[in-house]
């Protein structure tokens, strides 16, 4: 590949090699920088909505994921006390998406499908172990820094795409905000071989209490029967060692599902949750894709999602305007669309969706459901739930944004 391409791509996570694939596919040379040596491992993401399955089936992404995920037509609220509030069908979306259900993939296992694709494209490349430390830009061009172990790189490129995840080297040279909070407590996730279905969970599960909340996720694992992810509060003052115990996670378990015998617990992790969005997405050639952009909490599964409709809606402009549109406005407008929508409902639901698992009054906890069952209660209620929880209503949203 040639030593400038039209565009860099900061960050091999989802996102990024999304973009990437996007671009290439669109006949723009693009080149991956990842600072890790490889792709990510960790546990992360895994819930999909029906629009980022449309958006990467061109690509061949979301058959190849159907080979191993699990489908969830059907996910509750429930109450730690009550049991289920509310379970919502998701066939009831048919008629305006082709696949009326989450799918459960772990990303790790989304991220070697997507790179898979990106390597049969000739005029697309992913360099490992190159870090982007800084960037620079000039009205045609932006060079970019990156090290590597042989040292210090610079590499030029027409535009950059930050898509280097929440703590973002890119966003950071851009010089935008990075307005929110954070959340005091952290979240615990442990998962296991043990089996919630004949307790009459669904496959995707939140339970609401003032302190021992829950949401749960089967993943496909190793291959049937699968894992359960099973998500905890940990307070502010807790100390994450401890918390990450062996004990101390049998004890959750327990306190969740009492059962017999010890939890098998295959993985266990911890990590802090972020509401914030970029100020801007844009600034001058490079752009903001991803956790990079925006960061929200996993109750409703919309971060990963939303940085996976950001990297088509990019991908689609970027490309029109590298074959000569000219940038009349083309980049901005994927800054509206996707800043609005990401605050409107990705940043708005996923609040509301966390409050109402945390809620700590009675009284508040007594409205929360009976509002839930008010929407539950007839078709049109149902129907615009899942528009919005399946994240088709931000999609529309956003395309009619001009
Ligand atoms: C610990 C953790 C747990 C999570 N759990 C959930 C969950 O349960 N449910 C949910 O919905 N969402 C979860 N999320 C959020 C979800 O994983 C993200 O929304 C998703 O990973 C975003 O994808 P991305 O490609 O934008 O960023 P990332 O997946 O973070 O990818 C960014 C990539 O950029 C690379 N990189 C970073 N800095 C540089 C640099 N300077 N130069 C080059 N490369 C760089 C990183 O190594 C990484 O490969 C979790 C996130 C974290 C961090």
Known sequence: MAKTSKVIVAGAGPVGLLTALALAKRDVSVLVLESEPGLTLDLRAGTYHPPSLEMMAPYGITDEMHKTAIKVPRWQIRDKREGVIVEW????????????????????????????????????????????????????????????????ERL???WLVGADGGRSTVRKSMAVGFEGYTWPER????????????????????????????????????GPPGLWRVLFPVKPEEDEEAALS????????????????????????????????????????????????????????????????????LADKLARVCHGEGDTGLLDLYVRQRRTVNLEYVQEYSVRNLKRLIAKTDAERRQNFDELREVASTPEGRRSFLMVSSMIASVQRANAIT
Do not use: C
């Open 89 to 152: 069908d998701l066939s009831v979306l048919k008629d305006v998406t082709a696949y009326p259900y989450r799918l459960h993939l772990e990303q790790h296992r989304l991220t070697p499908i997507i790179r898979a694709k990106l390597a049969q494209f000739p005029n697309a490349e992913v360099r490992f172990s190159h870090e982007v430390t800084d960037f620079s830009q000039s009205a045609d061009s932006v060079k970019v820094t990156a090290r590597t172990a042989d040292g210090l």
């Open 156 to 158: 030029e490129a027409q």
């Open 187 to 222: 979240f615990l996730v442990a998962s296991t071989g043990y089996d919630y279905e004949p307790h009459g969970y669904t496959l995707n599960a939140y339970v609401a209490d003032p302190e021992h909340w829950n949401a749960m996720f089967k993943m496909p694992g190793d």
């Open 246 to 313: 062996d004990e101390n996670v049998e004890r959750l378990m327990q306190s969740f599902q009492p059962k017999a015998g010890t939890y098998p617990i295959r993985y266990k992790s911890m990590y802090r949750v972020h509401q914030r969005v970029a100020s801007n997405f844009r600034a001058g050639r490079a752009l903001l894709v991803g956790d990079a952009a925006h960061l929200n909490n996993p109750i409703g599964a919309f971060g990963l999602n939303g940085g996976l409709h950001d990297a088509v809606n």
